[in-house]
């Protein structure tokens, strides 16, 4: 085909491709709103169905999304059978929310909670969170930046974590949350000329593909790690207290010890990744990836 044919082609394929994202964020937002979008109660856990079901070491990518052994897909239940949870999780499976451009997989629920972000699905370069502010807590470095972001729902969850934490006797810092697309592929690109494209993506994601973009995650860490972000803060008071009592405000240690081949990333027991209490605490409960709980719906 000639490119003056195939320009207009290439066009209307994005354009459609734009408003399949932009009409599917629209109707998921209701339920978002209902179950995780009060900003007042969100982190507390008033979800609407409570009882709902130095250089980092390397990693590998592998297929993202299948269920962990011994955890069997969620019975399907009909639609007139579902409860308002139930279908929210059975709307943002991750079966159900992505959309194909130029090869690339892009998710179409980029404003959920339960958005999956991984090496096989991505966020458009364009895509900047509609809530982001500060987050009520303490930083490990001074003055302001963008990375002391997060959504509100999330930024207010966190709060309440530190809080926690803090009333337990634990001291937790923040230390990088909200990423542009821009500033993702500065920090893998720096990664990558050191140690190689296929190294840095076993501990950095290229852009698109990074969490840090949806404004859901923030990486926390401590005085007893120096405030770095090391695998042996999961061994540390701070981090342990962190595994434990995440899910109890919202939040999943995102990439679990051992479960590299399904995440793509090396362990990582400083990212904490908000989804909504009830969801956060079924993944605790049952020990999966986020990849393979929403594969269960």
Known sequence: MRKSALIPVVVLGIA???AV???????LQPAY???FGDSASAGAGNDAAQGAGAKPNSGTGQTAGAPAKG??????????????????????????TTV???GVAYVTNPTSVLVLVNKKRELDPGYVPPDLEKAPVEFSFSGDSPKQQMRKVAAEALGKLFAGAKQDGVE?????GYRSYASQKSIFNAYARTHGEEEAN??????????HQTGLAMDVSSASVHYGLEESYGETKEGKWLKEHAAEYGFIIRFEKGKEQETGYMYEPWHVRYVGVSVAKDVHKLGLTLE???ARF
């Not at 007139?80 to 929210?88: D, H, I, K, T």
């Not at 076993?202 to 969490?211: I, K, L, N, R, V």
Request: proline share 7%; charged share 15%; glycine share 4%.
């Open 16 to 18: 459609l491709g734009t």
């Open 21 to 27: 994202i932009a009409t599917q964020t629209t109707l």
């Open 33 to 35: 709103d209902r179950f």
């Open 71 to 96: 955890n069997p897909p969620a019975k399907p239940a009909s639609a007139a059978g579902r409860s308002e949870l139930q279908q929210f999780l059975y709307d943002n499976a991750a079966s159900r």
């Open 100 to 102: 194909t451009r130029s």
């Open 172 to 176: 937790l810092k923040a230390v990088s």
């Open 202 to 211: 076993t501990f950095s994601a290229h852009p698109g593909q990074s969490e």
């Open 292 to 294: 393979a709980y929403l």
